[in-house]
T-cell receptor, first 117, second 113 residues
């Protein structure tokens, strides 16, 4: 396993359609994060999981967004009834929860680009 | 207001020159600070990570410094190369609780030949 894998890398969808992104974290990483990033901005936190438990959600995550990590391994992020404002890159990241937080490097995937037309 | 502020917003330098990027943060209590490099259209890649007890950390031509008292960090790039053109993002993580990292907006660096 060489890193965090995201699929698809690019998605163009019509407004109102549903889209789903998948993330496969680095093996044995128990933490998985979803971020959204628009051009010229840093990544914005959406939600994170520790194992299969979704521990925190940002207020950016409206009720049209849902994330799951059913077996504590891969995760999916679904956006229902997409809007043009949802166009962004959706980044997945993973890390391992160590007792010492100094080595909790977060590894990012290459992102999934969403364009809503 | 973003709790992690970076400056400058963008920077253009000539190949071979040095540059320094700044990061000021207000999040507390502080656990660690990371610098990431993000090439256009790619995911961020970690450059350095420092805890509050560390003042400096190097990774090749990249040297990060941290002053936990003034809540400032800098990333110094030596002998810049064209491949250094990217966005450099400062990320601060709180201690205790959720450990959710807080991202700055990044500094866009362009290195010209």
């Amino acid at each position: 396993d060489t890193g965090v894998s995201q699929d698809p890398r690019h998605k163009i969808t019509k407004r109102g359609q549903n889209v789903t992104f998948r993330c496969d974290p680095i093996s044995e990483h128990n933490r998985l994060y979803w971020y959204r990033q628009t051009l010229g901005q840093g990544p914005e936190f959406l939600t994170y999981f520790q194992n299969e438990a979704q521990l925190e959600k940002s207020r950016l995550l409206s009720d049209r967004f849902s994330a799951e990590r059913p077996k504590g391994s891969f995760s999916t992020l679904e956006i229902q009834r997409t809007e043009q404002g949802d166009s962004a890159m959706y980044l997945c990241a993973s890390s391992v929860n160590r007792r010492s937080n100094s080595e909790n490097t977060i590894y990012f995937g290459e992102g999934s680009w969403l364009t809503v037309v | 207001k973003n709790q992690v502020e970076q400056s400058p917003q963008s920077l253009i330098i000539l190949e071979g020159k040095n540059c320094t990027l700044q990061c000021n943060y207000t999040v507390s209590p502080f656990s660690n600070l990371r610098w990431y490099k993000q090439d256009t259209g790619r995911g961020p890649v970690s450059l350095t990570i420092m805890t509050f007890s560390e003042n400096t950390k190097s990774n090749g031509r990249y040297t990060a410094t941290l002053d936990a008292d003034t809540k400032q960090s800098s990333l110094h790039i030596t002998a810049s190369q064209l491949s250094d053109s990217a966005s450099y993002i400062c990320v601060v993580t709180l201690s205790g609780g959720s450990y959710i990292p807080t991202f700055g907006r990044g500094t866009s660096l362009i290195v010209h030949p």
